[in-house]
């Protein structure tokens, strides 16, 4: 085994990983992180030429396209503190990033989310009443 230090190498992640999350959805950075996962292994395993190594690449080829930015991190005592960001392509609208009344979000609207995404607990916890698991 070996020791690798890479301090250039880990400071480019992070800032990377901060544009990431300006730039993507949410769904699709936690997505990414698996794939993330899997393409280490594939490449670990001398796996490079497969196709399942091309597919994934192709996935993160398109999660990259609007990853642009500047990211300025604080280094202190081997910590990396995000500062600032920005990019051209962030999704964050500060004239939607509000839970006051506007053109754009429906505070009734969020019901509707709590509903449906609250469906499968609700479901599981009746199911657990009806045969007394409680």
């Known amino acids: 085994r070996g020791v690798y230090e890479t301090p250039g190498g880990a400071i480019l992640y992070k ?3 901060v544009l990431e ?17 899997k393409l280490g292994e594939l490449v670990y395993n001398a ?10 690449l192709s996935f993160v080829k ?3 396209e609007t990853v642009t930015g500047d990211v300025t991190l604080k ?6 503190i995000n500062a600032g ?3 051209p ?5 500060p004239e939607i990033a509000t839970f006051d009344e506007d053109d754009v979000y429906n505070q009734s609207d969020a ?11 609700s479901v599981y916890a009746k199911m657990k009443a009806k045969n007394g698991l409680n």
Not at 75 to 80: R, V
């Open 111 to 121: 019901t509707g989310f709590i509903n449906l995404y609250g469906l499968p607990t």
């Open 89 to 93: 392509y962030s999704l964050y609208d």
């Open 62 to 64: 398109t999660t990259q």
């Open 47 to 56: 796996q490079w030429f497969t196709p399942l190594t091309k597919a994934i």
């Open 21 to 37: 999350t300006i730039c993507l959805d949410k769904e699709t950075v936690h997505y990414k992180a698996l794939v993330a996962q």
């Open 15 to 17: 800032a990377h990983k």
């Open 85 to 87: 960001v920005s990019s």
């Open 75 to 80: 280094l202190y005592k081997g910590n990396m």
